[in-house]
């Protein structure tokens, strides 16, 4: 079995940073992708930063210059540092891992989610 826990959600004021942090754990032979998703009230769930396991990133046009995707390999563990947060990036976070298990068995995890609010 693999966990996968996000935290690192809050109450933000426009122009805040907050930091979300990932953590895979269990039966993990090897990490591909990590990924934050994020759904808004009332919209579809989209991609928002992706980093592989060559360290590639990939960012939706909306974050980028503001949002920094990073990962611990050592800790199974990916990190979003979001700046100059806007009203419109308010939306659930939810953190995607492609992993391959020990069984040699591929496996997309997906985390409970955590809440981001931008408000003043």
């Known amino acids: 079995q693999v966990q996968v826990v996000e935290s690192g959600g809050g109450l933000v004021q426009p122009g805040g940073s907050l930091r979300l942090s990932c953590a895979a754990s269990?039966?993990?032979?090897?990490?591909?992708?990590m990924g934050w998703y994020r759904q808004a009230p009332g919209k579809q769930r989209e991609l928002v930063a992706s980093?592989?396991?060559?360290?590639?990133?990939n960012y939706a046009d909306s974050v980028k210059g503001r949002f920094t995707i990073s990962g611990d390999n050592a800790k199974n563990t990916v990190y979003l540092q979001m700046n100059s947060l806007k009203p419109e990036d308010t939306a659930v976070y939810y953190c995607n891992v492609d992993i391959t298990q020990f069984s040699r068995v591929n496996l997309e995890v997906w985390g409970q989610g955590t809440l981001v609010t931008v408000s003043s």
């Open positions: 269990g039966s993990i032979f090897s990490i591909n992708r």
């Open positions: 980093i592989t396991s060559g360290s590639r990133t």
